[in-house]
């Protein structure tokens, strides 16, 4: 079975400059996530979808984040402009069915940013 | 915040087995335990979930204290590859990570 696929595996960009990454989720998979993870942190959850609806974006930074699952398969999450402090690994999880008690998610390798 | 607090690092040797812990106090009924690992420059790596009962997979077993206020992590017989950082999380609809242990296999 294959796992949940990213791209870039890498992305280095000037601070004002847009960026995007991909994510293709578990096949089968309705929910998917996006998390941050600085450096020497645990990553955190940005935003969560069941299927191509919204679950949860409370951590997300609106003003220049963005992220879409137009037709509840792939997802790209978009920074623009982009700051010295988004350095970091994006990580894309997904899992079977975000609506139960309790749902194993699988992480991608992750895309690691730099903003110069 | 995470609920749960876990040591910054431990070593093991290899071939010996890794016990790490993790405290969860201030769990819920319906919350889950979960671990995962990461290895260097990897996405995190599922490992083993559990509610109530002691659970055991190919790559490691889970005990769980009666009052669920904390648990550990068993690698049976740790080799250097599974040097990584290993995180504990009490799941309820989403995961909050902690930092995580950092375990070291020494040779």
């Known amino acids: 079975e294959a796992g949940v696929a990213q791209s870039p595996r890498y992305k280095i960009i000037e601070k004002r400059q847009s960026v995007a990454f991909w994510c293709n989720p578990i096949?089968?998979?309705?929910?998917l996530y996006w998390y941050q993870q600085i450096l020497g942190q645990g990553p955190k959850l940005l935003i969560q979808?069941?299927?191509?609806?919204?679950?949860?974006d409370s951590q997300l930074p609106k003003d220049r984040f963005s992220a879409e699952r137009l037709k509840g398969v792939d997802s790209t999450l978009k920074i623009q402009p982009a700051k010295l402090e988004d350095s970091a690994v994006y990580l894309c999880a997904s899992s079977l069915d975000g609506t139960g008690a309790t749902d194993t998610q699988y992480f991608g390798p992750g895309t690691r940013l730099t903003v110069l | 915040d995470a609920k749960t607090t876990q040591p910054t690092s431990m070593d093991c040797a290899e071939g010996r087995a890794a016990n790490l812990p993790c405290n969860h106090s201030t769990i819920s009924g319906n919350e889950y335990v979960y671990w995962y690992r990461q290895i260097h420059s990897q996405g995190p790596q599922y490992i083993i979930h559990g509610l109530k009962n002691n659970e055991t997979n190919e790559m490691a077993s889970l005990i769980i204290t009666e009052d669920r206020k904390s648990s550990t992590l068993i690698l049976p017989h740790a080799t250097l590859r599974d040097t990584a950082v290993y995180y504990c999380i009490v799941e309820s609809y989403k995961y909050i990570f902690g930092t995580g242990t950092r375990l070291k296999v020494l040779a």
């Open positions: 979808f069941q299927n191509n609806g919204v679950v949860d």
């Open positions: 096949s089968g998979h309705a929910t």
